[in-house]
């Protein structure tokens, strides 16, 4: 009895996903990728990521409607940010996409450790 419910317990532990489908989308591959074996990304696939323009481009990862992190070099020197949330745009293309939203950053903290390299 004690083998088979042992077996049972690798069975259903072994067959359940690490990741459920509701993390991201399966990716297809590139038809025209600048990022060499690099795989384009569907509309949505990363919901977490934002796109952080200020003097280049940088991204964040979004940790709820009212956090985002994102690296240090991202933000300008006046300590503001003009950050875009957006869906997935190819070529790099961020006109008229459904879900965007445009929003300046009011308060940045910075880690304590920020000078540690």
Same mark, same amino acid.
């Given at each position: 009895?004690?083998?088979?419910?042992?077996?049972?317990?690798?069975?259903?532990?072994?067959?359940?996903? +690490?990741?459920?489908?509701?993390?991201?989308?399966?990716? +297809?591959?590139?038809?025209?990728?600048?990022?060499?074996?690099?795989?384009?990304?569907?509309?949505?696939?990363? =919901?977490?990521?934002?796109?952080?323009?200020?003097?280049?481009?940088?991204?964040?990862?979004?940790?709820?409607?009212?956090?985002?992190?994102?690296?240090? *070099?991202?933000?300008?020197?006046?300590?503001?940010?003009?950050?875009?949330?957006?869906?997935?745009? +190819?070529?790099?293309?961020?006109?008229?996409?459904?879900?965007?939203?445009?929003? +300046?950053? =009011?308060?940045?903290?910075? *880690?304590?450790?920020?000078?540690?390299?």
């Amino acid at each position: 009895m004690r083998t088979l419910v042992f077996v049972a317990l690798i069975a259903s532990t072994l067959a359940n996903p +690490k990741y459920p489908d509701t993390c991201g989308i399966e990716n +297809k591959p590139s038809v025209d990728s600048r990022i060499i074996g690099g795989q384009e990304a569907e509309r949505s696939q990363f =919901p977490w990521l934002a796109a952080v323009f200020t003097h280049g481009e940088c991204t964040g990862s979004i940790l709820d409607e009212n956090w985002m992190i994102t690296a240090k *070099h991202c933000i300008d020197l006046n300590g503001v940010a003009r950050v875009r949330v957006v869906a997935h745009s +190819k070529y790099g293309s961020f006109q008229n996409e459904p879900f965007m939203q445009y929003e +300046k950053v =009011p308060i940045l903290m910075y *880690h304590q450790m920020e000078t540690l390299l």
